[in-house]
């Protein structure tokens, strides 16, 4: 690892597609609450973290799959999606203008407090900008304070909450918004 390194994001490839399903499945489990069960842990990174989701997610025209990369090696990765879907959460000053919803960030536990996860956040904002957006948004467990100390840092507030099944639990997040 590089701590002081400038770390490369870019769009994801097609040859990424392994990397981003293991920097997923190492990365997940870390954002689950401690009451999250193992495997309604591993259920949710099979159903939607595999190698053939990334591969949907890529080629999506709704979505950007984006990973940070050190020296050549994936170590996190973002996805972005376009609108607010059918979340009520989400405020309605945000739902009546183009929002991107940033679905998911994670950066491997060994490049925490490096500066990837800021490179792969401000690569986000700039492509919601890009793309018109009005706002970016995004859902994040109630209990993570350290990614909402991050979110806040980078210009999100809580504007709301929703409910994320994982398993058979549903999970309490914050919806954060940022205005762009």
Same mark, same amino acid.
């Given at each position: 690892?590089d701590g002081?390194?400038d770390f490369?994001?870019?769009?994801?490839r097609?040859?990424?597609? @392994?990397?981003? +399903?293991a920097?997923?499945?190492a990365t997940?489990? #870390?954002?689950c609450?401690?009451s999250?069960? =193992? $495997?309604?842990i591993?259920?949710?990174i099979?159903a939607?973290l595999s190698?053939q989701?990334f591969?949907?997610y890529?080629?999506?025209p709704?979505?950007?799959v984006l990973? @940070?990369?050190? +020296?050549?090696?994936?170590?996190?990765?973002a996805? #972005?999606?376009?609108?607010v879907g059918?979340? =009520? $959460?989400?405020a309605?000053?945000?739902?009546?203008?183009?929002a991107?919803?940033?679905?998911?960030?994670?950066?491997?536990?060994?490049?925490?407090?490096t500066?990837a996860?800021a490179?792969l956040?401000?690569s986000?904002?700039?492509?919601?900008t890009?793309?018109?957006a009005?706002?970016l948004?995004?859902g994040?467990?109630?209990h993570?304070?350290?990614?909402?100390?991050?979110?806040r840092?980078?210009?999100f507030e809580?504007?709301?909450?929703?409910r994320?099944r994982l398993?058979a639990?549903l999970?309490?997040?914050?919806?954060?918004?940022?205005?762009?």
């Open positions: 690892m002081g390194a490369h994001v870019t769009a994801a097609e040859c990424d597609l @392994a990397d981003l +399903a920097v997923a499945a997940f489990p #870390l954002a609450p401690p999250a069960a =193992p $495997a309604d591993s259920a949710f099979a939607n190698e989701r591969a949907e890529r080629t999506d709704e979505r950007v990973t @940070a990369a050190d +020296a050549g090696r994936i170590i996190g990765y996805m #972005l999606i376009r609108g059918d979340d =009520p $959460a989400v309605d000053d945000v739902r009546q203008r183009p991107v919803e940033l679905s998911k960030m994670y950066v491997l536990p060994d490049y925490h407090r500066g996860a490179a956040i401000r986000g904002i700039d492509r919601a890009d793309c018109g009005y706002a948004w995004l994040v467990n109630q993570n304070q350290r990614a909402q100390r991050f979110y840092k980078h210009g809580v504007t709301g909450t929703r994320f398993g639990a999970e309490d997040d914050f919806v954060m918004v940022r205005p762009l």
